[in-house]
Protein backbone atom coordinates (compact mmCIF):
# COMPACT_ATOMS: atom_id res chain seq x y z
CA UNK A 1 0.00 0.00 0.00
CA UNK A 2 1.06 3.51 -0.88
CA UNK A 3 0.61 6.57 1.14
CA UNK A 4 -0.85 9.85 -0.41
CA UNK A 5 2.67 11.48 -0.90
CA UNK A 6 3.97 8.96 -2.97
CA UNK A 7 1.17 8.29 -5.24
CA UNK A 8 1.84 8.64 -9.49
CA UNK A 9 -0.04 10.81 -11.47
CA UNK A 10 -1.92 8.24 -14.46
CA UNK A 11 -0.38 10.75 -16.59
CA UNK A 12 2.90 9.89 -16.41
CA UNK A 13 2.02 6.46 -17.73
CA UNK A 14 1.36 7.84 -21.19
CA UNK A 15 3.93 10.26 -20.94
CA UNK A 16 6.46 7.02 -20.45
CA UNK A 17 5.08 4.84 -22.80
CA UNK A 18 5.54 7.52 -25.44
CA UNK A 19 8.81 8.45 -24.03
CA UNK A 20 10.65 7.63 -20.38
CA UNK A 21 12.49 11.16 -21.65
CA UNK A 22 9.54 13.13 -22.25
CA UNK A 23 8.44 11.66 -19.17
CA UNK A 24 11.27 12.63 -16.61
CA UNK A 25 11.15 15.77 -18.11
CA UNK A 26 7.72 16.57 -16.94
CA UNK A 27 7.38 14.57 -13.63
CA UNK A 28 11.21 14.96 -12.85
CA UNK A 29 12.11 18.37 -14.17
CA UNK A 30 8.84 20.09 -13.99
CA UNK A 31 9.54 21.17 -17.40
CA UNK A 32 6.39 21.73 -19.64
CA UNK A 33 5.43 23.19 -23.02
CA UNK A 34 2.31 23.68 -25.14
CA UNK A 35 1.86 23.17 -28.74
CA UNK A 36 -1.23 22.81 -30.77
CA UNK A 37 -1.65 19.07 -30.16
CA UNK A 38 -1.43 19.62 -26.02
CA UNK A 39 -3.35 22.77 -26.34
CA UNK A 40 -6.56 21.03 -28.31
CA UNK A 41 -6.04 18.41 -26.01
CA UNK A 42 -6.54 20.85 -22.75
CA UNK A 43 -9.49 22.46 -24.93
CA UNK A 44 -11.31 19.20 -25.07
CA UNK A 45 -10.55 18.13 -21.63
CA UNK A 46 -11.85 21.42 -20.17
CA UNK A 47 -15.20 21.04 -22.70
CA UNK A 48 -15.75 17.53 -21.61
CA UNK A 49 -15.38 18.57 -17.54
CA UNK A 50 -17.61 21.71 -18.17
CA UNK A 51 -20.74 19.82 -16.76
CA UNK A 52 -19.98 18.00 -13.76
CA UNK A 53 -22.77 15.33 -13.79
CA UNK A 54 -25.84 14.43 -15.67
CA UNK A 55 -28.32 11.90 -15.84
CA UNK A 56 -30.60 10.25 -18.80
CA UNK A 57 -32.60 7.30 -17.98
CA UNK A 58 -31.06 4.67 -16.14
CA UNK A 59 -27.16 6.35 -16.85
CA UNK A 60 -25.27 8.67 -14.65
CA UNK A 61 -22.72 10.53 -16.70
CA UNK A 62 -19.70 12.11 -14.14
CA UNK A 63 -17.16 14.15 -15.99
CA UNK A 64 -13.72 14.81 -14.20
CA UNK A 65 -13.66 12.07 -11.59
CA UNK A 66 -11.03 12.04 -9.40
CA UNK A 67 -9.46 8.44 -8.90
CA UNK A 68 -6.80 6.81 -7.25
CA UNK A 69 -5.16 3.49 -5.97
CA UNK A 70 -3.43 3.33 -3.13
CA UNK A 71 -2.63 -0.58 -3.55
CA UNK A 72 -1.12 0.28 -7.21
CA UNK A 73 0.06 3.58 -5.94
CA UNK A 74 -1.65 6.29 -8.50
CA UNK A 75 -3.72 9.05 -8.67
CA UNK A 76 -5.77 10.98 -11.37
CA UNK A 77 -8.79 12.31 -13.02
CA UNK A 78 -11.28 9.87 -14.89
CA UNK A 79 -13.04 12.70 -18.34
CA UNK A 80 -15.93 10.85 -18.04
CA UNK A 81 -17.47 7.58 -16.24
CA UNK A 82 -20.62 5.76 -16.85
CA UNK A 83 -22.40 4.36 -14.04
CA UNK A 84 -25.14 2.46 -15.67
CA UNK A 85 -28.04 1.36 -12.81
CA UNK A 86 -30.96 -1.80 -13.17
CA UNK A 87 -33.82 1.20 -13.19
CA UNK A 88 -34.03 4.93 -13.77
CA UNK A 89 -33.68 5.25 -9.45
CA UNK A 90 -30.48 4.69 -9.05
CA UNK A 91 -30.82 1.65 -7.62
CA UNK A 92 -28.35 -2.04 -8.43
CA UNK A 93 -25.33 -0.53 -10.55
CA UNK A 94 -24.88 -2.92 -13.27
CA UNK A 95 -21.98 -1.34 -14.94
CA UNK A 96 -19.27 1.35 -14.63
CA UNK A 97 -17.82 2.33 -18.06
CA UNK A 98 -14.97 4.87 -17.86
CA UNK A 99 -14.43 7.35 -20.94
CA UNK A 100 -11.12 8.90 -21.97
CA UNK A 101 -11.08 12.27 -24.41
CA UNK A 102 -8.34 12.20 -26.99
CA UNK A 103 -8.17 14.93 -29.34
CA UNK A 104 -6.75 12.69 -32.01
CA UNK A 105 -7.52 9.68 -33.90
CA UNK A 106 -6.70 6.24 -32.33
CA UNK A 107 -2.81 5.59 -32.63
CA UNK A 108 -0.57 2.15 -33.36
CA UNK A 109 0.81 2.43 -29.44
CA UNK A 110 -1.11 1.52 -26.53
CA UNK A 111 -0.57 4.42 -23.92
CA UNK A 112 -4.09 5.46 -24.54
CA UNK A 113 -5.45 2.15 -23.65
CA UNK A 114 -2.56 1.64 -20.90
CA UNK A 115 -3.78 5.17 -19.01
CA UNK A 116 -7.85 4.20 -19.67
CA UNK A 117 -6.38 0.79 -17.75
CA UNK A 118 -4.73 2.70 -15.23
CA UNK A 119 -8.31 4.75 -14.33
CA UNK A 120 -10.26 1.38 -14.32
CA UNK A 121 -8.13 -0.50 -11.75
CA UNK A 122 -8.53 2.79 -9.34
CA UNK A 123 -12.28 2.44 -10.02
CA UNK A 124 -12.10 -1.26 -9.34
CA UNK A 125 -10.46 -0.71 -6.70
CA UNK A 126 -12.18 2.38 -4.92
CA UNK A 127 -16.11 0.65 -5.45
CA UNK A 128 -15.01 -2.60 -4.85
CA UNK A 129 -16.23 -3.80 -8.42
CA UNK A 130 -14.92 -5.43 -11.91
CA UNK A 131 -14.59 -3.21 -14.84
CA UNK A 132 -14.25 -5.32 -18.10
CA UNK A 133 -14.08 -2.57 -20.72
CA UNK A 134 -13.82 1.44 -21.29
CA UNK A 135 -13.63 3.94 -24.42
CA UNK A 136 -11.34 5.98 -25.83
CA UNK A 137 -12.95 8.91 -27.39
CA UNK A 138 -10.96 10.37 -30.81
CA UNK A 139 -12.31 13.76 -31.13
CA UNK A 140 -10.89 13.70 -34.63
CA UNK A 141 -12.97 11.12 -36.10
CA UNK A 142 -16.02 10.97 -33.40
CA UNK A 143 -15.98 7.38 -32.21
CA UNK A 144 -15.79 5.21 -29.44
CA UNK A 145 -12.92 2.36 -29.56
CA UNK A 146 -14.15 0.29 -27.01
CA UNK A 147 -10.88 -1.21 -24.83
CA UNK A 148 -11.15 -4.41 -22.98
CA UNK A 149 -9.26 -5.07 -19.49
CA UNK A 150 -8.42 -8.10 -20.28
CA UNK A 151 -5.32 -10.05 -18.29
CA UNK A 152 -2.66 -8.82 -20.65
CA UNK A 153 -3.58 -5.30 -20.74
CA UNK A 154 -3.57 -5.11 -16.98
CA UNK A 155 -0.24 -6.87 -16.39
CA UNK A 156 1.23 -4.79 -18.96
CA UNK A 157 -0.43 -1.57 -16.93
CA UNK A 158 0.70 -2.89 -13.79
CA UNK A 159 4.02 -3.16 -15.42
CA UNK A 160 5.08 0.28 -16.93
CA UNK A 161 3.10 1.47 -14.05
CA UNK A 162 6.04 -0.05 -11.92
CA UNK A 163 8.81 1.49 -14.68
CA UNK A 164 7.45 4.42 -14.24
CA UNK A 165 8.13 4.69 -10.41
CA UNK A 166 11.57 3.59 -10.79
CA UNK A 167 12.34 5.94 -12.91
CA UNK A 168 10.81 8.77 -10.89
CA UNK A 169 12.44 7.15 -7.53
CA UNK A 170 16.30 7.18 -9.36
CA UNK A 171 15.59 10.99 -10.70
CA UNK A 172 17.71 10.46 -13.58
CA UNK A 173 16.32 12.11 -16.76
CA UNK A 174 17.39 9.35 -19.88
CA UNK A 175 19.69 10.44 -22.71
CA UNK A 176 17.64 11.77 -25.69
CA UNK A 177 17.45 9.49 -28.60
CA UNK A 178 15.76 11.02 -31.75
CA UNK A 179 13.10 9.33 -33.87
CA UNK A 180 9.97 9.98 -36.05
CA UNK A 181 7.85 10.70 -33.10
CA UNK A 182 10.36 13.42 -31.51
CA UNK A 183 8.68 16.16 -33.74
CA UNK A 184 5.05 14.82 -32.23
CA UNK A 185 6.84 15.97 -28.60
CA UNK A 186 5.76 19.80 -26.92
CA UNK A 187 9.14 19.25 -25.52
CA UNK A 188 10.88 18.95 -28.54
CA UNK A 189 12.39 22.37 -27.99
CA UNK A 190 13.40 21.76 -24.27
CA UNK A 191 14.92 18.11 -24.99
CA UNK A 192 16.42 18.99 -28.44
CA UNK A 193 17.14 15.27 -29.35
CA UNK A 194 18.69 15.94 -32.56
CA UNK A 195 21.91 17.57 -30.86
CA UNK A 196 21.71 15.46 -27.84
CA UNK A 197 21.58 12.21 -29.81
CA UNK A 198 24.33 13.17 -31.52
CA UNK A 199 26.30 14.25 -28.97
CA UNK A 200 25.84 10.65 -27.16
CA UNK A 201 26.94 9.31 -30.39
CA UNK A 202 30.58 11.29 -30.34
CA UNK A 203 30.82 10.66 -26.78
CA UNK A 204 30.02 6.48 -27.39
CA UNK A 205 32.70 6.67 -30.56
CA UNK A 206 35.41 8.60 -28.54
CA UNK A 207 35.29 6.34 -25.67
CA UNK A 208 35.25 3.28 -28.16
CA UNK A 209 38.88 4.36 -29.44
CA UNK A 210 40.38 5.52 -26.67
CA UNK A 211 39.43 2.08 -25.08
CA UNK A 212 40.92 0.35 -28.49
CA UNK A 213 44.48 2.63 -27.79
CA UNK A 214 45.10 0.94 -24.31
CA UNK A 215 45.16 -2.39 -25.79
Known sequence: MYDEENLILISAIQHYRFCPRQCAL???????QENQYTAEGLLLHRKAHSIQ???RHNVVFQYGLPVRSLEIGIIGKCDLVEFRYRDINN????????IEYKRGK???????????????LCLEEMLNIAIHYGYLFYNKIRKRLKIYFNDNIRKQTIKIISEVRTLLDTKVVPKAIYSSICK?????DQCKPEIFSKQLKTDNYLKKNIELLKL
Open 26 to 32: IHIENIW
Open 53 to 55: KES
Open 91 to 98: HNLINTIP
Open 106 to 120: PKRDDYDALQLCAQS
Open 184 to 188: RCSLY
